[in-house]
C-alpha cells in the first residue's frame, strides 16, 4: 500500500492567491483528516470526513478555508485568498473505522509570502 | 471534553540514558490511547497504541500501559539513542468517534 498521498509537498505563493492542497486517502479507510501543525498553535485538527462526508469542521479558522471530498479516494482543503498567517505545514491523514489509529501522509509545506 | 496533557519539552538526554514522557487525560468513555512519533521533516506515524486499562503497547524498545486508575500512558525507553531524537505526540480515541484528540507533543533530542 502506497500510504496516504499528499500533493504537493511544498507550495510557495504571493498573498492573495488561492492554494489547493490534495490528499489521496489509503484505499478501503472511510476517514478522512486535515491537520494543520505551526509551531505557534501545534497540531490542529481542521475538518474530518466519514464516507466523503464531513462531520466537523469546527476546526477550519474562517470561511476563506473550505474542504472537499468528492469520492472516496480524493480530498482537496482550499484557502482563498490565501494570507501570509496561513503558513504551515498541511497534513491529510486517513483511518478505517474498523481500526483505531490514523495514517498520516507526508505532508504539504505552504508558505504564503 | 475528551483533552491529554503530556509534559513539555525539549527534553535532551545523552545516549542511552533512560526516557520518560509523562502523558495524562480526561475522556468520559474507555478511550482507545496512542503514542505517535513524527521525525524532523516527516508526518506523524504511529508508534504504538493500547486499547484497554491495563494493556501495554509496546514498539521499537518503547513501551507505555494504560493506566486507568491514574489515567495516564506514560512512555519509556530504557536506553535512548540518537536515531530517537523527534517529536512525540500522545493521543487518545473515544470508542464512539474517529477523530483523535492529540497532545501538544514533546520534542525529545538525544545526543551523542
Known amino acids: 500500500d502506497a500510504g496516504v498521498i499528499q500533493s504537493p509537498r511544498h507550495e510557495v505563493t504571493e498573498m492573495g492567491q488561492e492554494v489547493t492542497l490534495r490528499c489521496k486517502p489509503i484505499?478501503?479507510?472511510?476517514?478522512l483528516f486535515w491537520y494543520r501543525q505551526t509551531m505557534m498553535r501545534g497540531l490542529e485538527l481542521l475538518i474530518y470526513?466519514?464516507?466523503?462526508?464531513?462531520?466537523?469542521d469546527s476546526g477550519m479558522p474562517e470561511d476563506r478555508f473550505s474542504a472537499k471530498m468528492p469520492n472516496a479516494s480524493f480530498s482537496t482543503l482550499k484557502i482563498q485568498p490565501s494570507e501570509p498567517r496561513d503558513s504551515a505545514v498541511y497534513f491529510c491523514?486517513?483511518?478505517?473505522?474498523?481500526?483505531?489509529?490514523?495514517?498520516f501522509g507526508p505532508g504539504t509545506r505552504l508558505t504564503v509570502l | 471534553g475528551d483533552s491529554v496533557t503530556q509534559m513539555e519539552g525539549p527534553v535532551t538526554l545523552s545516549e542511552e540514558a533512560f526516557l520518560t514522557i509523562n502523558c495524562t487525560y480526561t475522556?468520559?468513555?474507555?478511550?482507545?490511547l496512542f503514542w505517535y512519533v513524527q521525525y524532523p521533516g516527516e508526518g506523524l506515524q504511529l508508534l504504538l497504541k493500547?486499547?484497554?486499562?491495563?494493556d501495554k503497547g509496546s514498539n521499537k524498545g518503547f513501551e507505555a500501559t494504560y493506566r486507568k486508575e491514574t489515567t495516564s500512558f506514560h512512555l519509556e525507553k530504557g536506553s535512548v539513542q540518537v536515531s530517537d531524537s523527534a517529536v512525540y505526540f500522545c493521543?487518545?480515541?473515544?470508542?464512539?468517534?474517529?477523530?483523535?484528540?492529540f497532545g501538544a507533543g514533546t520534542q525529545v533530542v538525544v545526543t551523542p
Open positions: 491523514a486517513s483511518s478505517s473505522g474498523t481500526r483505531h489509529e490514523q495514517f
Open positions: 484505499s478501503g479507510h472511510d476517514y
Open positions: 470526513f466519514n464516507n466523503n462526508v464531513p462531520i466537523d
Open positions: 475522556a468520559t468513555g474507555y478511550p482507545s
Open positions: 493500547a486499547t484497554k486499562a491495563d
Open positions: 493521543a487518545l480515541k473515544d470508542d464512539s468517534w474517529g477523530k483523535l484528540q
